[in-house]
């Protein structure tokens, strides 16, 4: 099991930046991936941005150039940095976490953190 736990959300204003967090516990030695993905009511939850185990990352369009994951050197926390916000970007952003084993994927999830940006 993997537990994620998400801190960092608040109110910011447009051009403003924030920082999200991720702690991870349990067996995250076995995680091939993590990612942050948002979503707001009405709507699905999207991919923002994902880190495979080897360091690979993805940024979906509306955010490359301004949303920059990293983790930490144990790989048990990982962060995502957000510049330049729109109010756009507001969501509830979910941590995410998966390991395949057998050939299945298997997802875990935070339980979310609100980001406002707004004036």
């Known amino acids: 099991q993997v537990q994620l736990v998400e801190s960092g959300g608040g109110l910011v204003q447009p051009g403003g930046s924030l920082r999200l967090s991720c702690a991870v516990s349990g067996r995250f030695f076995s995680i091939n991936g993590m990612g942050w993905y948002r979503q707001v009511p009405g709507k699905q939850r999207e991919l923002v941005t994902t880190i495979t185990r080897g360091g690979s990352t993805f940024y979906a369009d509306s955010v490359k150039g301004r949303f920059t994951i990293s983790r930490d050197n144990a790989g048990n926390t990982v962060y995502l940095r957000m510049n330049r916000l729109k109010p756009e970007d507001t969501a509830v952003y979910y941590c995410?976490?998966?390991?395949?084993?057998?050939?299945?994927?298997?997802?875990?999830w935070g339980q979310g953190t609100q980001v406002t940006v707004s004036s």
């Open positions: 995410n976490a998966w390991i395949i084993t057998g050939g299945t994927r298997y997802d875990y």
